[in-house]
DNA sequence: GTAGAACCTGGAGTGTGCTCCAGGTCAAGC
DNA sequence: GCTTGACCTGGAGCACACTCCAGGTTCTAC
């Protein structure tokens, strides 16, 4: 069932905004908002106008989310797409722009596991406070 | 050296707002406009009005920094300034906020691992698409 | 062929977390 | 006692990443 015989018409696996909107969890708006930035390239149109979305906008999508969940600025990542629109020559530049987005999240990780120790040290500091304040409350023998 | 006698005057290590911002990295207009949102209670002044610090007002900038670091929003650390503020009663409430700001944590910082390991996928493909193009410019032998 | 939902555009508005400014006061060295 | 840099306040302004709006067009189901 994944690619017999073509669809009926040639609308393919072409997904309206509010079906990529469902899946993606962006909302109709920002959808519009990152072709306009430039995020993605202009998307398909019917006769009418109305978007189109490829299976190809929808995983370069997951990969811009997965940009931006992984802190990268829009401005970043319009530089990134700015480069991916100029295709291969600029294959290197792409790798050394998420080669260094990756080494900063890797310093991100360390840093909130850091802060994660130190937040469980707190909250056993405020357990102790509780425990002297209220002594047996934490259940039976 | 941690307590011995007592410094000349009592302004002890009271820190002018210059000194504290060096300290955290904050700005003096952000640690003013922290004060003014109520992160900080009023912190104690000179004659002239001049702010002063004390060891106890850094170390509680230092746990909301750590707050802030982990994504805490002003919004919640007013929440936990607030109950702070009204002594020990609500060390429960505090500790359960830290509790839920704790468990958020550990779950981004898993959802930044799947990223991060994504990501380490695409540098991986980048870099096939490089070797493919310029093959054997990766080093002699 | 028509109702109603979904979609379109350009542009204005919003929430968050600062950051800057004007106009004045204070403190430390000479 | 004067200069100069640090500090004060209230309030305006800004960057970012959306989010909403008005007014119009298109699509789908009947």
């Known amino acids: 069932?994944?690619?017999?015989?073509?669809?009926?018409q040639d609308r393919q696996q072409s997904l309206t905004i509010a079906q990529v909107a469902?899946?993606?969890g962006l909302t109709h708006d920002t959808l519009r908002y990152y072709e306009k930035a430039g995020l993605i390239e202009r998307v398909g149109r019917t006769t009418g106008n109305q978007r189109r979305y490829q299976a190809a906008d929808l995983a370069w999508l997951e990969f811009l989310l997965r940009l931006r969940e992984t802190g990268m600025s829009i401005a970043d990542m319009q530089r990134f797409a700015g480069l991916r629109a100029r295709g291969d020559e600029t294959v290197a530049?792409?790798?050394s722009m998420l080669r260094e987005h990756r080494a900063e999240l890797a310093e991100r990780i360390r840093a909130l596991r850091r802060n994660a120790a130190a937040l469980d040290d707190k909250i056993d500091h405020y357990e102790r406070l509780l425990d002297e304040r209220q002594p047996g409350t934490d259940g039976p023998t």
Chains 1, 2 share one sequence.
């Open 22 to 24: 469902e899946r993606t």
């Open 1 to 8: 069932m994944t690619s017999g015989q073509p669809l009926p």
């Open 93 to 95: 530049d792409r790798l």
